[in-house]
């Protein structure tokens, strides 16, 4: 089969616009929900609303994972069988990953009962902050590589990515090698594991731009 870019497919046939957009609500929910629970492990947000800020955006996520499936199999039914495949490969893809972006982003919400009694928050902002200032900004950028299907930009954040995952391994060997308190070393080498998991993620959707359905999230393969 002759795999096409993505820009190519989505010329082509216009349902797929009600897809892109489905799937940058979904990334939306998803960095949201990342962004929150950031914010609470650090103390720079009120934890007021979990329900709201947190499982009810990620109902909502797994709502519009529902309605692209069903979308892709009616579609796929409907039509000449091999004409959209590519497409719905795509998009059955990118809409399992951003669906993981949300999951993670519960998982550190979560670390905020594993915190220490009393953190020294100063520590924790210094080695998480800054990184996940970059997650947001990621989430943003392949938003909306994604939408444009801007291959310069896709190919930006792979790399931007995969830089942030070896930083994030490089934090979690200096933590265990320097940090005693357990439930500190503890939660901030969760935190920052969940970190990487999601900028490969992030990697995962921009491949869909750059590379061939075929070779979706190999792009870091030799």
């Not at 709201?52 to 892709?72: A, G, T």
């Not at 795509?90 to 990953?97: L, Q, S, T």
Request: proline fraction near 3%; glycine fraction near 4%; hydrophobic fraction near 40%.
């Amino acid at each position: 089969m002759d795999f096409k870019s993505i820009m190519s497919l989505f010329r082509e046939d216009d349902w797929s616009a009600e897809m892109v957009e489905r799937l940058d609500q979904m990334l939306e929910l998803s960095g949201s929900i990342f962004d929150h629970a950031v914010g609470v492990v650090l103390g720079t947000l009120e934890d007021d609303n979990p329900q709201q800020e947190v499982f009810k955006r990620d109902k909502r996520i797994h709502k519009q994972m529902i309605k692209i499936r069903r979308r892709l199999v009616s579609r796929l039914a409907m039509q000449d069988p091999g004409a959209d495949v590519p497409t719905a490969l795509i998009f059955m893809n990118a809409v399992k990953d951003a669906e993981r972006i949300g999951d993670y982003g519960k998982n550190i919400y979560e670390l905020s009962e594993m915190m220490p009694d009393d953190p020294d928050m100063d520590l924790f902002r210094a080695w998480l902050g800054p990184r996940a200032e970059r997650i947001n900004v990621l989430v943003e950028r392949t938003r909306k590589a994604f939408a444009d299907s801007d291959d310069g930009e896709s190919a930006r954040v792979i790399a931007d990515s995969r830089q942030l995952g070896r930083e994030c391994e490089d934090a979690i060997r200096e933590i265990t090698a320097t940090i005693t308190d357990v439930r500190t070393a503890v939660a901030l080498v969760l935190a920052l594991r969940f970190f990487k998991r999601v900028s490969s993620h992030l990697s995962n959707i921009a491949t869909t731009v750059v590379m061939p359905v075929d070779l979706l999230d190999f792009h870091d393969e030799d």
